[in-house]
């Protein structure tokens, strides 16, 4: 059975970091990614990275903040969230799938809980 587990949300003032987690079992995959959604807002692309680890990429909002990474050998996901803004406020997701590229939803089979992430001003 497929489970991917976030952790390490939280509340956290303007211009602080924050590290989420995603643990990966049931097997492995070729792309995870990390999303997010806002209150009222679509699901977003923020941030994601292959298998080898080569070639992340990130949304232009997060440009230059993020760093995402993983650790095949955890099967774990990481997101370094650094200089957090009010604006990166929302609900953030897991998400892994089988195709080297992605940046739609649907383009990922499967997703994690969420994490909850509020950046107070």
């Known amino acids: 059975q497929v489970q991917l587990v976030e952790s390490g949300g939280g509340l956290v003032q303007a211009g602080g970091p924050l590290r989420l987690s995603c643990a990966a079992s049931?097997?492995?995959?070729?792309?995870m990614a990390w999303f997010r959604q806002a209150p009222g807002k679509e699901r977003e692309f923020v941030a994601g990275?292959?298998?080898?680890?080569?070639?992340?990429d990130y949304a232009d909002s997060v440009k230059g903040r993020y760093t995402i990474s993983r650790d095949n050998a955890k099967n774990t996901v990481y997101l370094q969230m650094n200089s957090l803004k009010p604006e990166d406020t929302a609900v953030y997701y897991c998400?892994?799938?089988?195709?080297?590229?992605?940046?739609?939803?649907?383009?990922?089979?499967?997703w994690g809980q969420g994490t909850q992430v509020t950046v107070s001003s």
């Open positions: 049931g097997r492995t995959f070729r792309r």
């Open positions: 998400a892994a799938g089988s195709s080297p590229y992605g940046y739609l939803p649907r383009e990922y089979d499967y």
């Open positions: 990275i292959t298998w080898s680890g080569g070639n992340p």
